[in-house]
């Protein structure tokens, strides 16, 4: 059933019922067909395709937890046309050669990030996210052909694009599972009729911290053969908003049109998911909150409407592209202060360092840092009052420093309250900052033999972590808890007795979680 090491195939076989437990796996036969017994397999470790074809049963899946690799100038299909097949795939996609996807759903799974790419743009019908949380990050463009399902865990683009056909279904994204699209990748869908679909046009965007979802419902445009829709999510106000905002979303959607003409029609709605995520100038305007696009020659216009209780914008008859954003738009207002930059990261120890720079400071009486947290609520986290009171400008401005010594597990929003002294204010944009244990806790040796796993934890992080150590399938091997004493290296004696085997160890510190992966000899 089982077997250590790689075995390779070089030629047409029907894999043994016998063995259907594998280690890693090669599959190289270029004029043949490996098929599957008529039984699922698991592979512990890699499979590479040099070339050739597997084929798959009906009802049958592949569960593969380390990397699927394609290599160059090999073709890899998956499945024989059939329903029902299924690659769970708990490692990165590698595809320097051809994917031939069939009907088989590829369905991305388990407790760590992966990376989707290659040399090669990977095309397949179907795709499933089943990430318990985790992260799915593309390093190159993906063609999605049929279907995308969301059901839990987040498809990163960064700055790569999401290609979908015309009539690719998007399957039940929300909080949960979405697209993150707040750098330069694109969500991609072409155009071939109108009015669209309403089933296709919903662009599941989102940023790190929320789903942001935008519907585009595009009823009359002059159409050619490469006619399509573009969408990203910008996570900063937007650079021509100005003064005259008195209540703003600190994101914006960027909607743009590719091998068409016009003229245009379509409606479009918009939402942030709660009412909280607009950022208060002045909350004393009586006008109401309308949703805004940007044009480059005549600025703002705003039109449509905007429920608080949804937190949903919506606009019909609409006649060009642009950005979408949502506020209040007033006359310039006379701010006592000239907010340069205003950034937030974790340091070495996890806490959250807030700075910015002013070029100008008019009347000011302080400055507050305040903490959002997902539910909108509000917290105060200190005071400091403006250098400009004792110091002469230099260097173009005055520049602040305040830490949060106790951070929200996961991370949070940040903004910055600036008070004048006759009592108004302004507020800056709110920014989000994550934190995070991925990257910062090194493990070694690895592989084990016979051995103890040493886990070097940075500064703040050596006390109180919970661990769990799970076999390649999941289950639960042992757990317990690791308390450093003030040390930054500690060793975990549990893993001297494990067979050997894939695993993994599971750390966990209040709501902050992460993964690592070892080999047992």
């Given amino acids: 059933q089982t077997g250590g090491g790689t075995i390779e195939y070089r030629g047409s076989v029907t894999l043994p019922v016998s063995r259907v437990v594998y280690n890693n796996l090669i599959i190289n036969v270029p004029s043949g067909v490996v098929s599957m017994p008529n039984a699922s397999l698991t592979i512990n470790g890699n499979m590479t395709v040099q070339n050739g074809t597997l084929q798959s049963l009906t009802n049958r899946r592949i569960t593969l937890y380390g990397n699927l690799v394609v290599e160059n100038g090999s073709t890899f299909t998956a499945g024989n046309g059939s329903s029902n097949e299924q690659l769970r795939l708990a490692g990165n996609l590698t595809n320097d050669g051809t994917i ?11 407790g760590l990030n992966q990376n989707i790419g290659g040399t090669q743009i ?7 996210m089943s990430k318990s949380g985790r992260k799915a990050y593309l390093v190159n463009n993906l063609r999605l052909q049929t279907q995308l399902a969301f059901n839990s865990g987040i498809l990163v683009l960064g700055t790569y694009n999401l290609v979908l056909n015309n009539n690719t279904l998007l399957i039940d994204p929300d909080g949960s ?48 053969g490469s006619s399509q829709l573009e969408v990203n999510l910008t996570s900063a106000a937007h650079p021509g908003m100005s003064n005259d905002v008195t209540r703003y979303l600190p994101f914006y959607w960027s909607v743009r049109p590719g091998g068409m003409t016009g003229p245009f029609s379509y409606n479009i709605s918009y939402t942030t998911g709660q009412h909280s995520d607009i950022v208060i100038i002045r909350d004393s305007d009586p006008n109401p909150i309308k949703a805004y696009k940007w044009d480059s020659e005549l600025g703002w216009l705003k039109g449509g409407s905007y429920n608080e209780t949804t937190a949903i914008f919506t606009w019909n008859g609409i006649t060009s592209f642009s950005d979408f954003t949502g506020g209040t738009q007033l006359e310039d207002l006379p701010l006592p202060v000239h907010l340069v930059s205003f950034t937030g990261h974790m340091d070495a120890r996890r806490k959250v360092v807030i700075q910015w720079q002013t070029a100008s400071e008019r009347n000011m009486s302080h400055f507050t840092v305040e903490r959002l947290d997902a539910r909108g609520n509000v917290t105060a986290l200190g005071k400091l009052q403006p250098m400009s009171r004792t110091k002469n400008q230099e260097n173009g401005g005055f520049r602040y420093q305040f830490t949060d010594e106790d951070p929200v597990e996961g991370g949070g929003y940040y903004r910055l309250k600036m008070v004048d002294l006759d009592g108004s204010y302004s507020y ?57 004493n003030g040390s930054r290296t500690v060793s975990l004696e549990e893993t001297k007795e494990l ?14 979680k992460t993964n690592l992966r070892i080999i047992v000899r």
Avoid: C
């Fill in 499 to 512: 067979l050997p085997g894939f695993y993994f160890i599971h750390l966990e510190k209040g709501e902050v």
């Fill in 122 to 128: 990977p095309v397949l019908n179907y795709l499933e």
């Fill in 177 to 224: 599972s979405y697209v993150q699209a707040e750098q330069s990748g694109k969500i991609i869908r072409p155009i071939t009729s109108v009015p669209v679909n309403a089933s296709y046009a919903v662009y599941p965007v989102g940023d790190a911290l929320s789903y942001k979802p935008i519907t585009i419902q595009l009823n009359a445009a002059g159409l050619t």
């Fill in 428 to 484: 800056s944009s709110t920014i989000a900052v994550q934190l995070s244990m991925e990257g910062l806790v090194k493990h070694y040796p690895n592989p084990l033999h016979h051995s103890a796993v040493t886990f070097d934890f940075p500064a703040g992080e050596n006390d109180d972590l919970d661990w769990k150590i799970l076999d390649a399938t999941g289950r639960e091997i042992a757990k317990g808890n690791l308390e450093a």
């Fill in 100 to 110: 031939t996807s069939g009907n088989t759903r590829f369905v991305l799974f388990g």
